[in-house]
């Protein structure tokens, strides 16, 4: 009897407890949780990241547009009126000059620009699903479109043809040079100025719905870890950093 006291059967002591069985369990059902939060994470950090490229490309075309815009203003409110009281010679010499003078990389880059930038964002914009903003960018690229193939339909062959006019000096008739030039040129003019300005202002809106759009999903991620977090603390574990 005393020996059977002091010494218990070795069977009893080795056989696990109920608190040894559930300790794989909870791991098991942590390293889950775990692994859901963070392929949550990274989904939101790589939806984050597509949306602030594409919120630069907005950007960036709006300031393009911007440029192209305040330019064609420049000439309609000063430039033309200015050599509007020229005599032909010094007309025909000035739109020459001036025609050479703009024909430069950093214009061309702008005014292309426009464009691609444009139509870069209104792809970035679809592929995301942000449809309140595409809309005013689709329109910003069909205002901006239409402006360009005034430019290059009307205003640069006549820009072509004033300069082939050649020396203002010795054309012999520079009045009926101008007068095939400058109204036309002017009333197109006019008119792609008011088309790029409007793109302006859709670009302009369109940023706007974007950046709230993006303040929207920032503030979802955040209420989507904070959840994340505490159901893993619940949980006896820690959220994905």
């Known amino acids: 009897m005393v020996l059977t006291t002091l010494n218990p059967p070795r069977q009893a002591a080795e056989e696990p407890s109920g608190t040894d069985e559930l300790i794989p369990q909870t791991e098991a059902a942590w390293l889950r949780r775990s692994k859901m939060t963070t392929d949550a994470t990274a989904g939101s950090r790589d939806a984050g990241g597509d949306g602030r490229k594409a919120g630069i490309v907005l950007a960036a075309a709006t300031v393009a547009m911007g440029l192209i815009a305040g330019l064609y203003y420049g000439w309609a409110v000063s430039v033309m009126p200015g050599l509007a009281g020229l005599d032909d010679r010094a007309f025909v010499g000035a739109m020459q000059q001036l025609d050479g003078a703009i024909r430069n990389p950093l214009f061309f880059a702008t005014f292309l620009g426009a464009l691609v930038l444009t ?114 603390r619940r949980g006896g574990g820690a959220p994905a950093q």
């Open 119 to 232: 139509g870069a964002a209104v792809h970035l914009q679809r592929r995301l699903g942000l449809r309140l903003a595409t809309p005013w960018i689709l329109a910003a690229l069909i205002l901006y479109g239409l402006g360009f193939l005034t430019t290059m339909a009307i205003n640069e062959p006549l820009n072509i043809a004033l300069v082939n006019a050649g020396d203002p000096s010795r054309i012999a008739d520079p009045a009926g040079v101008r007068d095939a030039f400058e109204d036309t040129w002017v009333v197109w003019h006019i008119v792609r100025t008011v088309l790029s300005t409007a793109s302006v202002g859709c670009l302009a809106y369109a940023l706007l719905l974007h950046g709230r759009a993006e303040t929207r999903t920032g503030s979802a991620q955040g209420r989507g870890w904070r959840a994340s977090r505490s159901a893993a």
